[in-house]
């Protein structure tokens, strides 16, 4: 038998690791946390275990106490705060009307339902009916705001349904709130400036529900360079977007097409947010996700020059690069500020209706003898282009199809307009300018004055060569000119007359260059205008110049001298104009067009005088080439 000693020694061997096993097994045991079973928690800290929370849930009525069950306001689809019966936020109907329905019941009295009473707090500015029927178990009631809200400006609007029973055997109240949250606050914008569309909840995109929709196919285009859109009295955006793929689309694509940065200077507006910026355009596509305006940057199009504002030509590189990335229309040129730093290029996406295209005009431009008129700014809707030495011009433009004004404008000429049809991609447009209708004078050195050789006078023939009369004549020597003219002034020069001047050349000595005149003048229509008149280089005043002779002229025949300015302005008043004028010279192109309309004719027979050799003309100056528009 063992010993009793060694019977303890055993027992302390078995007992001990046992128990010690057991404590462990207790402490690590599961507890119930309201997590998946079997969960383990960690050691316990001496801190009693804290209970799951438990969801909140509605009480349900007693029996005989009044329950709400329906309630809704305004059109559907609803966003629901229980799924199918009670909405949680609305807009309204129209500007001036809210139609609420809710339908309630006494709990266990059927026999009650009658005797259920209602009462609905309006929203701001609404009005219950005094003829409104407010008994029974259902409510059918039309909320009206008899002046609207035509700013669409104010609080996100509320409402509050109540239902309650007189009884004594089924006392209490129920009453349910709508309130508008943000998304349909933005949405009751488009209601109460009547719009024609108002958006669905599920059109207004949050930014991670754009990340969703669009961020694989389009990842250059982000939610922030689409939104645009102010909150009604405050600084805050919106957090919602209206960006339909068609716009996502085309501005992924002009990007990849335009080649540099491209900045989003606008796109989806709110309402509110459109009347702000272009009140007069109300259903502009900005409001609906289908518009947006790009900036246009300076020097973007060649030849780049380092110009510091956006001109027709870095405006086209951009309109054209939309077009082809899949723009439906692009605002006309002239409306988008070009030759300001505000231009930029509107493209929307709109369905239906004319589209924009790219089109190239080009023809020829003739003056009224059939000639080319080299130099002359030929313009389509803005797009100028300049004719070649043969008066070809060719452009480029981004138009939508339609009947367009081109004007033609050579140097010293008023414009010349005509209609064109612009329905395809080449348009073919030439045009012979006619018969300037507002005054045009012409210099011509007739031969020197009356006296001996080397008196430094000269007799200039002035004749009115356009269709309207010249008023208040003022002539005076361009600044630096040191010579003197009389008359200095005259009435009047009747389209087709002609008056003589005598110029005056400082001590009798030759001029170096071509001696200019300033005229000042009034139009038919009272403008006052002013010409550069060139005189043409003499060497010595005692040499007599050549005298020639246009066929069938009445007045003295005379050798080509004249140059104009160009283009023709209205001024204030003829001393501003003549200041404005001492500035420059006449213009290669006007001189080279008064050359062509005034060649040198032969001399005419003289009886009893050698008639005298002509005057060389100077040579033909190089014409601008045609203007190459970037696409």
């Known amino acids: 038998m063992p010993n009793r000693t060694s019977l303890i020694h055993w027992a302390a061997r078995v007992f001990i690791p046992l128990g010690v096993l057991a404590a462990a097994c207790v402490q690590w045991a599961p507890v119930a946390t309201g997590g998946d079973e079997g969960s383990v928690v960690p050691p316990s800290t001496g801190a009693p275990p804290v209970a799951p929370p438990i969801k909140p849930q509605a009480p349900r009525p007693p029996s005989g106490a009044v329950e709400i069950l329906t309630c809704r306001a305004g059109p559907g689809p609803y966003a629901w705060a229980v799924p199918g019966r009670i909405a949680r936020t609305f807009i309204t109907d129209t500007a001036e009307a809210l139609e609420v329905e809710a339908s309630a019941q006494v709990k266990g009295r059927p026999d009650l339902a009658a005797a259920i009473r209602w009462e609905v707090v309006p929203p701001a500015g609404f009005e219950v009916p005094g003829t409104a029927a407010l008994r029974g178990p259902k409510l059918t009631l039309r909320l009206e705001r008899a002046e609207g809200n035509p700013t669409g400006v104010g609080e996100p609007l509320s409402v509050t349904v109540i239902a309650r029973t007189a009884d004594p055997n089924a006392p209490g109240e129920r009453s349910v709130a709508l309130a508008q949250d943000l998304k349909d606050r933005l949405r009751q914008e488009y209601v109460d400036l009547t719009r024609a569309y108002v958006p669905g909840r599920s059109e207004l995109l949050d930014e991670a529900e754009f990340r969703a929709r669009y961020g694989r196919k389009y990842p250059s285009v982000g939610f922030a360079e689409l939104n645009w859109t102010r909150q009604p009295g405050l600084e805050e955006r919106y957090p919602f977007v209206l960006a339909s793929e068609a716009l996502v689309r085309t501005l992924h694509e002009t990007r990849k097409l335009y080649g540099r940065p491209l900045t989003v200077s606008s796109a989806f507006r709110n309402p509110v947010h459109q009347v702000a910026v272009h009140a007069a355009v109300s259903e502009s596509h900005h409001q609906y996700g289908r518009a947006a305006d790009l900036y246009v940057a300076p020097d973007s199009a060649p030849p780049q020059t380092g110009r510091k504002v956006a001109e027709p030509r870095d405006w086209l590189r951009l309109a054209a690069s939309a077009v082809r990335a899949g723009g439906a229309w692009i605002e006309p040129m002239v409306d988008c500020h070009p030759n300001t730093d505000r231009c930029h290029v509107h493209v929307d996406v709109r369905d239906g209706g004319p589209r924009s295209a790219v089109v190239r005009v080009s023809g020829r431009i003739t003056d009224p003898a059939g000639l080319p008129a080299a130099g002359a700014t030929v313009t389509l809707a803005g797009m100028p282009a300049v004719t070649n030495a043969a008066g070809d011009y060719t452009l480029k433009h981004v138009v939508t199809p339609g009947e367009y004004e081109l004007t033609a404008e050579a140097p ?100 170096g260059g071509a001696p200019e005149l300033n005229v000042m003048f009034l ?23 050549a005298v020639t002779a246009r066929p069938a002229a009445a007045e003295p025949s005379a050798v080509p001298v004249v140059g104009t300015i160009a283009p023709r302005r209205a001024v204030p008043d003829a001393g501003a104009a003549a200041a404005g004028l001492a500035a420059g010279g006449a213009a290669a192109a006007a001189q080279a067009l008064a050359r062509r309309r005034f060649p040198a004719q032969p001399a005419r027979e003289t009886k009893g005088e050698t008639p005298p050799a002509p005057v060389a003309a100077p040579a033909e100056p190089a014409q601008p080439p045609a203007e190459k528009m970037a696409e």
């Open 412 to 511: 010293g000429r008023a414009p010349y307009r005509q209609k064109v049809t612009v329905s395809g991609p080449e348009l073919v447009a030439s045009m012979r300018l006619p018969l300037d209708p507002q005054p045009f004078l012409v210099a011509r050195v007739a031969e020197p004055a009356a006296g001996k050789p080397g008196n430094g006078k000269l007799r200039v023939v002035l004749k009115n060569e356009g269709r309207g009369a010249a008023s208040a004549l003022r002539l005076a020597a361009a600044a630096g000119a040191p010579l003197k003219v009389f008359p200095a002034s005259l009435p009047a020069l009747g389209a087709g007359q002609t008056t003589t001047l005598t110029v005056v050349l400082p001590g009798g000595a030759g001029m």
């Open 523 to 545: 139009t038919p229509a009272g403008k006052a205008q002013a010409q550069r008149l060139s005189l043409a280089a003499v060497s010595e005043p005692a040499t007599t110049p």
